[in-house]
């Protein structure tokens, strides 16, 4: 028995038997039982401020989830797949460019299997863990621009968690389909991310948003009626004189979901530079946006202090750039998923430890010695 998902682009046509039907559906009921602690739904604390120590708790809740889903991957990943012989792990080793060890029995060769996978999820999500990070320093600009109170905030990172989850989905689904109807793509998507790579590296800070003249305030002010006379308002929609408006709060959600749009492009063609499996692209990039919005509490204004960051992502993106154009000749010297993961690990502790060590001098400071 199985179940048939979606639309079918470029005539790929994705199906879910009964393991697979259950592994997702436990999936889900985890994100949505984990999104309900994390709002506070159990201990009734939707409408308090987020503290250092519950963001703390629940950034660490998630970032552990998103690691023991390597166990799940390592142990159930073949089940996803329908592997049962060695001609399945054949199929997916042409299928998803994969390159596995297939000398031995039937046994050896599903851990070889197993074991790539999990890593092959493990330096995905630690890679789209990172790029939220990126994803948090605009969001942080854009709350900043827009005067959003701390349950503002928490609200719109709430829902706007929801819409990257869905937003994510499709482009990992249609993504999934192009690259494999169309081989060529991913070199495309290797000559985006090396000049994603490269304009990362050479931007200058994010300046200030002009919170009037803002494209999507422009667009809202146009076409809907928009109230903006409570800057505490914290609902999306009100009614006043028997008409509906739309509220700061609500602009300011599609404005955050858009600039997750934005990152999806770089990150998701990112992702599918170190796997071409669609289940594990999925999985590594909703662990890793689920934690985003305690993340987010938890570094507040101090993510300033983690500037490095941004060159080592950068970094990270040229690398998988360059090895999507040269996945055959890396295949050939022997590269694996494991220099995978240690290459990105690599980077991202070198550029946390220099922030850490080598602390930059804030604006105000300078502005403050140069005055």
């Known amino acids: 028995m199985g179940f048939y998902i979606g639309p079918r682009p470029f005539g790929v046509t994705f199906a879910l038997g009964m393991t697979q039907f259950v592994f997702l559906g436990l999936f889900g009921l985890v994100l949505m039982v984990g999104m309900l602690w994390d709002l506070g739904v159990f201990n009734k604390s939707v409408h308090d401020e987020v503290t250092a120590k519950q963001a703390l708790k629940h950034t660490a809740v998630w970032f552990s989830v998103g690691l023991l889903m390597t166990l799940a991957i390592y142990y159930f990943h073949d089940n996803l797949q329908s592997i049962e012989s060695l001609q399945d792990i054949r199929d997916y080793s042409v299928k998803y460019k994969v390159r596995l060890n297939m000398a031995g029995n039937f046994d050896d060769v599903l851990h070889e299997f197993s074991k790539t996978s999990a890593v092959g999820y493990l330096s995905g999500f630690l ?43 499709l482009f990992i689904y249609l993504g999934s389909a192009m690259v494999s109807k169309f081989e060529w793509v991913m070199y495309g998507f290797g000559v985006f991310l090396m000049y994603s790579g490269f304009k990362m590296l050479l931007s200058q800070e994010e300046e200030a948003i002009d919170s009037e003249k803002h494209p999507v305030v422009k667009f809202a002010r146009k076409w809907f009626r928009v109230d903006a006379s409570n800057s505490e308002e914290t609902r999306f929609f009100i009614k ?62 101090g993510m300033e202090q983690f500037y490095s960051l941004k060159y080592g992502l950068s970094m990270i993106l ?26 990105i690990v690599g980077i991202l502790g070198i550029s946390i430890f220099w922030s850490i060590w080598f602390p930059q001098v804030h604006t105000e400071e300078k502005n403050r010695v140069e005055s």
């Open 127 to 169: 890679l789209e863990y990172a790029l939220s990070v990126d994803n948090l320093f605009v969001i942080l600009l854009i709350f900043q621009s827009f005067r959003m109170n701390g349950e503002n905030q928490k609200r719109i990172l709430v829902w706007g968690v929801i819409g990257a989850i869905i937003l994510r989905f």
């Open 240 to 301: 006043k004189d028997h008409a509906w408006y739309i509220t700061i709060p609500f602009i300011v959600l599609i404005i955050v979901d858009i600039t997750d749009v934005v990152f999806a492009v770089d990150s998701v063609p990112a992702v599918f530079g170190v796997t071409r499996d669609p289940y594990i692209v999925f999985f590594s990039n909703i662990f890793a946006v689920m934690g985003l919005r305690s993340l987010y509490f938890l570094l507040g204004a």
């Open 318 to 343: 040229v690398y998988i750039g360059l090895k999507m154009l040269l996945e055959h000749y890396a295949q050939e010297m022997g590269f694996t998923a494991i220099h995978n993961l240690a290459i």
